[in-house]
């Protein structure tokens, strides 16, 4: 499933990199927890919650089933 979740992560990857951010995939879990760590401006920036529960884990639910959650990791 780690690859599936790269895979999604690479095309999200470049609308934050567009406003100086990033998205790094840090483990996903046997339960479907999907770890990630924002960087760049993504990292310090007030809306990053906002950003990583209606933007990537809003397409990786969609796009794999087995995804449960995303977390950010810092």
Known sequence: MKKKVQA????????LQKDGGDVE???V???GVVKVRLTGACAGC????ITLKLGIEKVLL????E?????DVR
């Open 25 to 27: 995939l840090v483990d």
């Open 8 to 15: 999604v992560i690479e095309k999200i990857r470049p609308m």
């Open 29 to 31: 879990d046997d339960k």
């Open 67 to 71: 995804v449960t959650k995303v977390e």
């Open 62 to 65: 969609n796009e794999i089933p």
């Open 46 to 49: 007030a809306m990053s919650q």
